[in-house]
């Protein structure tokens, strides 16, 4: 079974600082997901990475499977970004119970 | 294009109960999960249904149980409701089984939350 840690827990920061939240794992991966949840619950799929680095906006996901880690960077972040950021690995071997493992969050706050 | 929609999306059931929740997928797309989320535990995987059939199933009693219509729409059942299975439960949507390239790319519905009493 997977074991995913995210770093830091808990993360304030002022509007325009650079954010950096971290994700490991155990096992090899096929894919991993970063998500985005509001208060209230919903939930939004920011990036699926399976190797090297995707762009979107403001945010950057890196992956470097080799040491089973990701990055999530937020560049001049803005109150808006405030949300808990959850990272969510598909195990290599796919089948069976696996499923999605996921990380217990990063609650984020972006001060004005 | 209307997105991943959950019924109902608040609902109050006492313990022994039965309840079914229903996940309409985004149009043309085959791959639906499920998932429970609580302050305690987090997000947890419970299922993952592709063309009708269960791909996989997370570590979670008999008491859950899914199904996939040939529409692709799905729907989860929890039978003998325990205080415990309060938690919002929530079902995403893909056009291929997750984690399969960039089209295994997950689009959540809004939840279902459930409260046990």
């Known amino acids: 079974k997977n074991e995913v840690e995210q770093s830091p827990q808990n993360l304030t920061a002022q509007e325009g600082e650079f954010i950096t939240i971290n994700c490991s794992y155990s096992?090899?991966?096929?894919?991993l997901h970063w998500l985005q949840q509001h208060p209230g619950g919903g939930i939004v799929s920011l990036f699926m990475?399976?190797?090297g680095k995707k762009k979107h906006g403001r945010l950057i996901a890196t992956i470097n499977i080799q040491e089973k880690h990701s990055s999530l960077h937020i560049t001049a972040s803005h109150p808006r970004d405030s949300a808990v950021y959850i990272c969510?690995?598909?195990?290599?071997?796919?089948?069976?119970?696996?499923?999605?493992?996921f990380g217990k969050g990063t609650h984020l706050i972006i001060q004005p | 294009k209307a997105g991943v929609t959950q019924t109902p999306r608040y609902l109050i059931k006492t313990r022994g109960q039965q309840v079914t929740l229903s996940c309409s997928p985004i149009?043309?797309?085959?791959?639906v999960s499920w998932y429970q989320q609580t302050p305690g535990q987090g997000l947890q995987f419970l299922f993952e249904?592709?063309?009708?059939?269960?791909?996989n199933k997370g570590n979670f009693p008999g008491r859950f149980s899914g199904r996939q219509f040939s529409n692709s729409r799905s729907e989860m059942n929890v039978s003998t409701l325990e205080l415990g299975d309060s938690a919002l439960y929530l079902c995403?949507?893909?056009?291929?089984?997750?984690?399969?390239?960039?089209?295994?790319?997950?689009?959540f519905g809004e939840g279902s939350r459930l409260t046990v009493l």
């Open positions: 995403a949507s893909s056009l291929r089984p997750m984690g399969i390239s960039v089209t295994g790319e997950l689009f």
């Open positions: 249904y592709f063309s009708e059939t269960q791909r």
């Open positions: 149009s043309g797309h085959r791959s």
């Open positions: 096992v090899g991966i096929s894919a």
């Open positions: 990475l399976s190797s």
């Open positions: 969510a690995v598909r195990s290599q071997s796919g089948g069976g119970a696996d499923g999605l493992t």
